[in-house]
């Protein structure tokens, strides 16, 4: 049972252009929402992050929004850079547990 | 700070064999977690330990076990190796107060192949 799911696993957007990263989850208990980049043959790096008492955040070129209604959270990368190419997974937990619940990936390729 | 360093980074084994990766977490950080990654599965929890007791648990059979020391390094083992066991092994870990949100940091990866 895929609690968090990434619909897309690719996506590709022209350097400078907007990048939206889609994830969504069916567990009403989460309260906690991470989005995680990946290179290959690196670990996973944090890269922003969401309490579900908000509906924004925001940390420079990356904005994550949360519509909890819908159970679902998008991360918007503004303007896309050639760097930002790498898989992106969102997470999901539950304060009380603290166990992180990932999704499947989106593989983002900007190109020039 | 150094980051989280896991060690061996490659590894290949035969199916029946068993094997045990560690984990050094970022200095200070007490909690470490052990995921599982394989193509189309994303990353599966398997469990997590806390100043050396296991805190949580995936759904993972028990051939897959861990441990934590008390300098918060910790070790996963897996008995009686099988095909489908062949992944990344991620290591991350955090710092922890309780029950609050948290980012976890990961390491690099094992990359464990079983033949």
């Known amino acids: 049972d895929q609690q968090v799911k990434q619909n897309s696993p690719s996506l590709s957007v022209q350097e400078g252009r907007i990048s939206i990263l889609n994830c969504d989850y069916t567990n009403s208990m989460f309260d906690y929402f991470l989005w995680y980049k990946k290179y290959p043959a690196e670990g996973p790096t944090f890269l922003i992050s969401?309490?579900?008492?908000?509906d924004k955040n925001e940390d420079g070129r990356f904005t994550v929004f949360l519509n909890k209604s819908a159970k679902h959270l998008s991360l918007h990368i503004v303007p896309s850079q050639p760097g930002d190419s790498a898989v992106y997974f969102c997470?999901?937990?539950?304060?009380?547990?603290?166990?992180?619940?990932f999704g499947t990936g989106t593989r983002l390729q900007v190109f020039p | 700070k150094a980051g989280v360093t896991q060690t061996p980074r490659y590894l290949i084994k035969t199916r029946g064999q068993q094997v045990t990766l560690s984990c050094s977490p970022i200095?200070?950080?007490?909690?470490v977690s052990w995921y599982q990654q394989t193509p189309g599965q994303g990353l599966q929890f398997l469990f997590e330990?806390?100043?050396?007791?296991?805190?949580n648990k995936g759904n993972f059979p028990g051939r897959f076990s861990g441990r934590q020391f008390s300098n918060s390094r910790s070790e996963m083992n897996v008995s009686t190796l099988e095909l489908g066991d062949s992944a990344l092994y991620l290591c991350?870990?955090?710092?922890?107060?309780?029950?609050?949100?948290?980012?976890?940091?990961f390491g690099p990866g094992t990359r464990l192949t079983v033949t």
């Open positions: 200095s200070g950080h007490r909690s």
């Open positions: 991350a870990s955090s710092f922890r107060e309780g029950s609050t949100p948290y980012e976890q940091y």
């Open positions: 997470a999901a937990s539950r304060y009380n547990t603290d166990k992180l619940i």
């Open positions: 330990y806390f100043s050396e007791t296991q805190r």
């Open positions: 969401i309490s579900s008492i908000k």
